[in-house]
């Protein structure tokens, strides 16, 4: 399995901007799609946005398209969530995952490594 460790949460007002980077390590980086789950309190853990191996495709949540972006620097086994406009709805743990393939996935059991989360809390 890949480890993953998040970072780049906080605290921010609505309209702010935050970007999480998740760095991985372990078995390979390589020939791995990543994706970004949140979990608000007291809900489901859900799908944010999925990026395949190398990155040339992207997939979004409909409610985070044209605010968040998912982006990878292979070379330093990188993965990185940029998020503007930033909502009181988007608060939740954030969490990244490394799956086996090269193809983008959106469900929680398509993931076989995961980090242990990033609060990001959007509050005035």
Do not use: H
């Not at 890949?2 to 980086?29: D, I, K, M, W, Y």
């Not at 799609?33 to 853990?45: D, I, L, S, T, V």
């Amino acid at each position: 399995q890949v480890q993953l460790v998040e970072s780049g949460g906080g605290l921010v007002q609505p309209g702010g901007s935050l970007r999480l980077s998740c760095a991985a390590s372990g078995r390979t980086f390589s020939n791995s799609a990543m994706g970004w789950f949140r979990q608000a309190p007291g809900k489901e853990r859900k799908f944010v946005a999925a990026i395949s191996w190398p990155g040339t495709i992207t997939y979004y949540t409909d409610s985070v398209k044209g605010r968040f972006t998912i982006s990878r620097d292979n070379a330093k086994n990188t993965v990185y969530l940029q998020m503007n406009s930033l909502k009181p709805e988007d608060t939740a743990v954030y969490y990244c995952a490394a799956r086996p393939t090269r193809v983008v996935a959106t469900e929680i059991g398509d993931y076989n490594s995961w980090g242990q989360g990033t609060q990001v809390t959007v509050s005035s």
